[in-house]
C-alpha cells in the first residue's frame, strides 16, 4: 500500500484547510488510515484516525471539536477537514496506515505505511 498526501497550504487563524490522503497498490479495507503532524523541533504527534471498515475514529485531545477525519471508501481517499484552525497547528502532516487495535491508534511507531507529508502553516 503507497499512500500519498495533499492539500497543505498556507492558512489564516480561524481559517479552514482539506488535506488528502489517497491509497493505492493495494487492499486498505483492513487497515486504520491516521494522521499525525510535526511542527519543527518538535517529535511527531497523533492528530487523528479511522478505520477504513466501519469508520471509527479516534482524535487528540488538541483537535477535537475542530477537526474530522473521514473517508472515501469508493475513491480510496481519506480526509482531515481543518477548521478553526490556530497557529500551533502549523506542521507536517502525515498520513499513515497501520492494523493495529484502536488502543495503538495513536502512537506512530505503529504505523508501518506512511506518505510524504504535505505542509500546513497558520498564520497569526
Known amino acids: 500500500v503507497q499512500l500519498q498526501a495533499s492539500g497543505g497550504g498556507l492558512v489564516q487563524a480561524g481559517g479552514s484547510l482539506r488535506l488528502s490522503c489517497a491509497a493505492s497498490?493495494?487492499?486498505?479495507?483492513?487497515?486504520?488510515m491516521g494522521w499525525f503532524r510535526q511542527a519543527p523541533g518538535k517529535e511527531r504527534e497523533f492528530v487523528a484516525a479511522?478505520?477504513?471498515?466501519?469508520?471509527?475514529?479516534r482524535y487528540a485531545e488538541s483537535v477535537k471539536g475542530r477537526f474530522t477525519i473521514s473517508k472515501d471508501v469508493a475513491k480510496n481517499t481519506g480526509y482531515l477537514q481543518m477548521n478553526s484552525m490556530k497557529p500551533d497547528d502549523t506542521a507536517v502532516y502525515y498520513c499513515?496506515?497501520?492494523?493495529?487495535?484502536?488502543?495503538?491508534?495513536?502512537?506512530?511507531?505503529?504505523?508501518?505505511?506512511w506518505g510524504q507529508g504535505t505542509l500546513v502553516t497558520v498564520s497569526s
Open positions: 499513515a496506515a497501520t492494523t493495529v487495535v484502536f488502543s495503538s491508534w495513536g502512537d506512530p511507531e505503529q504505523y508501518h505505511r
Open positions: 497498490g493495494g487492499r486498505f479495507s483492513n487497515y486504520v
Open positions: 479511522i478505520r477504513w471498515s466501519g469508520g471509527t475514529t
